[in-house]
């Protein structure tokens, strides 16, 4: 890992706004696995285009926040009050949020995507910025915290949610969902937008003497979850506010690649050395992420050829309610209808469709077997 250092722009940057338009790059990229110290919208200006499969961005909220906030009891509640998160009026953040936005839209290949996670103060405002600047939506996601910081004043409700943006580089970008992966994360039921994690804290909640040695850290279990849903192992993640470096230490985890901005050097020394305690899986089939549309495609009739079935062999539903003979052509038959495993398993539901490897069972030693496990002993072969 490496950092490299670069002026310190601050707030008061020149608008720079780098073209849109991708080139192909080689991966991983020659400044894969490092922190880059500076300004993140130069930072970014600086990468090469079309370099970055993932962007996952912890941006400044502008919290707005008057005064310092007590609890009952009348101690001090250790708010984000960092001359980074101020900002002299709504025009200056939409200002920064839509230059921060372009450089990384530059950044991203045609089919990659962007995470953005903010609070209610900042995230519409964001929101508009993606959609102004070509950004397609996919989904906003609920991060429910399950132990949030109660309010204390008793004058609204309890801010116990953020808000996260994703978002593809365009409308025409084909990007990665990895549906399957986030579907087995959910005990077999499809990942919904509402997730439920608690706020970084205790042991994973990096301190220096006893205090928080950032105020901001997210829980590695969220960028966890969008890694595991937009990338493949080998993939590069880029974080502009980059903080701790939980982005980096979760990529690193995953077999990804990352970059990391940020302007504070503390806190890039921080994230560097947390980075460098983690161990890198070396088995990437333990990683490896395959979409079923990216498998092989398998005949019902190779099943056939290679002795897996037999020509007049039964196949059933897991209930027993339908039967059909598998033909010696890879076609079923059920009273008078033929067809393929899949129109087959529709006739007889009077269904519209169906996905015969998932419907069919075959009765072995007495118990029935889905006939997609012979499909998956194909592509085991092949691969």
């Not at 970014?44 to 961005?57: G, Q, T």
């Not at 509402?194 to 040695?213: F, H, Q």
């Not at 059920?334 to 069972?361: E, L, M, R």
Request: proline residues 5%.
């Amino acid at each position: 890992m490496v950092l490299h250092a670069a002026p310190t722009m601050g707030r008061d940057y020149k608008k720079k706004r780098g073209r849109l338009g991708p080139t192909p790059t080689i991966s991983p990229p020659a400044f894969a696995d490092s922190i880059l110290i500076g300004d993140c919208i130069e930072q970014m200006n600086s990468l090469p285009e079309a370099s970055i499969d993932m962007v996952f961005a912890d941006p400044p909220y502008n919290l707005q926040l008057e005064g310092e906030l007590h609890r009952p009891n009348n101690s001090k509640v250790d708010a984000v009050n960092d001359d980074w998160d101020q900002f002299e009026s709504f025009a200056a953040y939409d200002q920064f949020s839509r230059d921060w936005l372009v450089a990384a839209r530059r950044v991203l290949k045609p089919d990659g995507t962007l995470w953005v996670i903010g609070s209610y103060h900042n995230i519409f405002r964001v929101g508009t910025a993606l959609q102004d600047l070509g950004y397609w939506m996919l989904n906003d996601v609920i991060w429910r915290k399950n132990n949030p910081m109660p309010n204390f004043r008793g004058r609204r409700f309890t801010n116990a949610h953020e808000t996260m943006i994703w978002c593809a580089r365009s409308k025409v970008s084909k990007y990665r969902f990895n549906y399957e992966s986030m579907k087995a994360l959910n005990d077999d039921l499809q990942m919904r937008s509402d997730w439920l994690m608690p706020i970084c804290s205790g042991v994973e909640r990096l301190k220096i003497d006893g205090k928080k040695a950032h105020p901001t850290q997210k829980p590695e279990g969220l960028v966890y979850r969008t890694i595991i849903a937009a990338t493949s192992v080998g993939d590069t993640v880029l974080d502009p506010f980059f903080g701790s470096g939980t982005t980096g230490a979760v990529a690193k985890k995953l077999g990804r690649h990352y970059v990391g901005i940020e302007q504070d050097k503390v806190y890039a020394t921080i994230a560097k050395k947390r980075i460098g305690k983690i161990r890198r899986i070396s088995d990437e089939d333990i990683l490896k992420i395959e979409q079923k549309r990216e498998q092989p495609r398998i005949p019902f009739g190779w099943l056939l050829e290679r002795g897996l079935l037999e020509p007049g062999q039964v196949l059933t539903d897991r209930r027993r309610r339908y039967s059909a003979r598998v033909r010696a052509d890879g076609t079923l038959i059920t009273g008078d209808f033929k067809g393929s495993i899949h129109q087959v398993g529709a006739f007889v539901q009077k269904a519209p469709a169906c996905n015969g490897w998932q419907y069919w069972y075959v009765e072995k030693w007495g118990k029935l077997v889905p006939i997609d496990l012979y499909r998956q002993k194909i592509r085991a072969e092949l691969h």
